[in-house]
Antibody, heavy 120, light 112 residues
Framework: EVQLVESGGGLVQPGGSLRLSCAAS????????MSWVRQAPGKGLEWVSG????????YYVDSVKGRFTISRDNSKNTLFLQMNSLRAEDTAVYSC?????????????WGQGTLVTVSS | DIVMTQSPDSLAVSLGERATINCKSS????????????LAWYQQKPGQPPKLLIY???TREAGVPDRFSGSGSRTDFILTISSLQAEDVAVYYC????????FGQGTKVDIK
């Protein structure tokens, strides 16, 4: 069974940093692109970032370019999202998702997510 | 970016009746080289992450009940629940993966 478990969320002040992790199991991690998708409280879904299976290619939504960095450690089956210069509008539940087809494919499955709250 | 617009924002349907959700993209998500529409549908229940229902606009994910079906092409798509069950109460999202992924705003489905 494919499992994705996120960690690393919490309360951070504006301008601060957090590093999210996503531990994957149940599939050949290095063979699949992975993504981060966020959902602000009571709002819809927003794709944040994607990374190819090898980690060579990385993609970001415009609003986080230059502030967030996606990476992966295929030896440890773990996906990361380094978030710097955080803003109030980054407050959301961040979920990792196994991405089919390529870096921009459909997402299946999703982890339960980790809540990031940016507030002073 | 491709903008995805769903309608209605919410709907209430009697148990056993049909529910229809529309999704419109700001540009075509049909890729002529492989003759496929790059569109997926998800179901999200309260407190849970989204669950994939359909990809390639009409291919049902394994284990998804056959009362769920997807149709449409290029810019206009439909998710149909043929006979609404109580467990189908959820928010439904469309998503294009033709380019940088984007989602519709969601459609909330309730029981009338």
């Amino acid at each position: 069974e494919v499992q994705l478990v996120e960690s690393g969320g919490g309360l951070v002040q504006p301008g601060g940093s957090l590093r999210l992790s996503c531990a994957a199991s149940g599939f050949t991690f290095s063979s699949y692109a992975m993504s981060w998708v966020r959902q602000a409280p009571g709002k819809g879904l927003e794709w944040v970032s994607g990374i190819s299976g090898s980690g060579t290619n990385r993609y970001y939504v415009d609003s986080v370019k230059g502030r967030f960095t996606i990476s992966r450690d295929n030896s440890k089956n773990t996906l990361f999202l380094q978030m710097n210069s955080l803003r109030a509008e980054d407050t959301a539940v961040y979920s990792c998702a196994k991405t089919e087809l390529r870096w921009a494919g459909w997402f299946d499955p999703w982890g339960q997510g980790t809540l990031v709250t940016v507030s002073s | 970016d491709i903008v995805m617009t769903q309608s209605p924002d919410s709907l209430a349907v009697s148990l056993g009746e049909r529910a229809t959700i529309n999704c419109k993209s700001s540009q075509s998500v049909f890729y002529s080289s492989d003759n496929k529409n790059y569109l997926a549908w998800y179901q999200q229940k309260p407190g849970q992450p989204p669950k994939l229902l359909i990809y390639w606009a009409s291919t049902r994910e394994a284990g998804v009940p056959d009362r769920f079906s997807g149709s449409g092409s290029r810019t206009d798509f439909i998710l149909t629940i043929s006979s609404l069950q109580a467990e189908d109460v959820a928010v439904y999202y469309c998503q294009q993966y033709y380019s940088t992924p984007t989602f519709g705003q969601g459609t909330k489905v309730d029981i009338k």
